[in-house]
């Protein structure tokens, strides 16, 4: 079960990264609750519209697994996320810069064969920073 449940969870960062977001449902509970840096969503809709702002604002997003491991229901994934920042992000205007967050982790909880509930956390500070959306790390602030 665990090895099923690990091919569960890289199958749905799969689908992130083709965007064919028609395939969600064969991974995803409709009723998933998902908690991540913005707060949380529940149901399939705002899973699907969340990775669709993502995918429409690093539209080559690419996801590489570095660690995985499942223990019963549950599955923790560490992964590094990377995209060329294309589309705007919320308020935030795309630069062209290639962004790859440097630590991502997911946990999944699956139900029924579904991913019934996950919690992300990633560094919003570092994804802003490489989005340009706010100085990095000991630069000087614009006079």
Not at 12 to 28: R, W
Not at 39 to 58: H, K, P, S
Request: hydrophobic share 40%.
């Amino acid at each position: 079960m665990s090895q099923a449940n690990k091919d569960l969870a890289r199958r749905s960062f799969e689908i992130g990264m083709t965007g064919d977001l028609a395939q969600l449902d064969q991974v995803y509970a409709q009723d998933v609750i998902y908690h991540g840096p913005d707060g949380e969503l529940r149901g399939l809709d705002a899973v699907r519209e969340t990775i669709a702002g993502y995918r429409n604002a690093l539209s080559d997003m690419t996801v590489t697994i570095l660690d995985q491991v499942a223990d019963g229901d549950s599955v923790v994934t560490r992964l590094q996320p990377s995209g060329t920042f294309t589309g705007p992000m919320g308020d935030i205007q795309p630069t062209g810069e290639t962004v790859t967050l440097d630590l991502t982790l997911s946990l999944m909880h699956i139900k029924g064969g579904r991913i019934a509930e996950e919690w992300e956390v990633f560094d919003r500070m570092e994804m802003m920073q490489k989005l340009g959306a706010m100085p990095a790390e000991g630069a000087q602030a614009p006079a």
